[in-house]
T-cell receptor, first 114, second 113 residues
Framework: ETGVTQSPTHLIKTRGQQVTLRCSSQ?????VSWYQQALGQGPQFIFQ???????GRGNFPPRFSGLQFPNYSSELNVNALELDDSALYLC?????????????FGSGTRLTVV | GESVGLHLPTLSVQEGDNSIINCAYS??????FIWYKQESGKGPQFIID?????DKRQGQRVTVLLNKTVKHLSLQIAATQPGDSAVYFC????????????FGTGTRLTIIP
């Protein structure tokens, strides 16, 4: 059983640029959630994707968007990067089924905006 | 709004001793709680979870206690080891409803050799 994999592991971008982060979900999981973790803080929910559609969104502006693909993998896109977007971006996959309820996190992508 | 907080931001424990990390949650509708361990440069690693119909659950060297009356959650780690040094987060969730996890800011546990 493979875990959650994220790419790239590290990324440096310039303010105003756009970035795409990728996530492959754990085998058997059909739902992907994205979280932003600023230094010294707990992860903050960005949004969740289920059946290729957004299934809940946190308090993040529209320049944060995502996709989920038929194989349940997902992308997080951030446009018009700001310095405050510098953070660890975490992907979590889940099954959201009674017998298998739970979330598995990847190791994250460390994004630095300069 | 929803929030999950922790009583102590840092905790130092002698190797071999037991440690207790506490967490307060505010959303009485939450019915699923998870403890995660996060080491530097890594994503949160699942430790143990508990559903609201339980008040105690045990794993290997870890025990989670849930007190719904006072909205309090704790993680007990027995016979701590150097590898237990990390930041520990509690998270709350409403199963099959609001699917997001709400995390606290974390407690940094340091095991003193």
């Amino acid at each position: 059983e493979t875990g959650v994999t994220q790419s790239p592991t590290h990324l440096i971008k310039t303010r105003g640029q756009q970035v795409t982060l990728r996530c492959s979900s754990q085998s058997g999981h059909n739902t992907v959630s994205w979280y932003q973790q600023a230094l010294g803080q707990g992860p903050q929910f960005i949004f969740q994707y289920y059946r290729e559609e957004e299934n809940g969104r946190g308090n993040f502006p529209p320049r944060f968007s995502g996709l989920q693909f038929p194989n349940y993998s997902s992308e997080l896109n951030v446009n018009a990067l700001e310095l405050d977007d510098s953070a660890l971006y975490l992907c979590a996959s889940s099954a959201l089924e009674p017998a298998n309820y739970g979330y598995t996190f990847g190791s994250g992508t460390r994004l630095t905006v300069v | 709004g929803e929030s999950v907080g922790l009583h102590l931001p840092t905790l130092s424990v002698q190797e071999g001793d037991n440690s207790i990390i506490n967490c307060a949650y505010s959303n009485s509708a939450s019915d699923y709680f998870i403890w995660y361990k996060q080491e530097s440069g890594k994503g949160p690693q699942f430790i143990i979870d508990i559903r609201s119909n339980m008040d105690k659950r045990q794993g290997q060297r870890v025990t989670v206690l849930l007190n719904k009356t006072v909205k309090h959650l704790s993680l007990q780690i027995a016979a701590t080891q150097p590898g237990d040094s990390a930041v520990y987060f509690c998270a709350e969730n409403i199963r099959f409803g609001n699917e997001k996890l709400t995390f606290g800011t974390g407690t940094r546990l340091t095991i003193i050799p």
